[in-house]
């Protein structure tokens, strides 16, 4: 059972910026996706951004250009870098790691972009 571990949501200005980070309990092996999902309240939960272990990247379009989903694999660590974060990024931010058919999810960190 691999854990996931969220941290570095909070409460940001329009315009401002915030770094999360997945930490992974166990280091995988193999072909994997991780990922960053959001839920607004209200809101069905969406894809924001996803890495493979092949290295490919993708974002949901209205993050593109501000934010960027990248990895540490010596700290078994995926990061989402927010820029110029609008009050429509709001949400509870998920992890997810997907291997061999498999999901795992972390407990979420809260986002909130507001004057």
């Known amino acids: 059972q691999v854990q996931l571990v969220e941290s570095g949501g909070g409460l940001v200005q329009p315009g401002g910026s915030l770094r999360l980070s997945c930490t992974l309990s166990?280091?995988?092996?193999?072909?994997?996706?991780m990922g960053w999902y959001r839920q607004a309240p209200g809101k069905q939960r969406e894809l924001v951004a996803r890495i493979t272990s092949g290295g490919n990247i993708n974002y949901v379009d209205s993050v593109k250009g501000r934010f960027t989903i990248s990895r540490d694999n010596a700290k078994n660590t995926v990061y989402l870098q927010m820029n110029s974060l609008k009050p429509e990024d709001t949400g509870n931010y998920c992890c997810n790691l997907d291997v061999s058919k498999t999901e795992y999810w972390g407990q979420g960190t809260q986002v909130t972009v507001s004057s």
């Open positions: 166990a280091r995988i092996i193999g072909i994997y996706a």
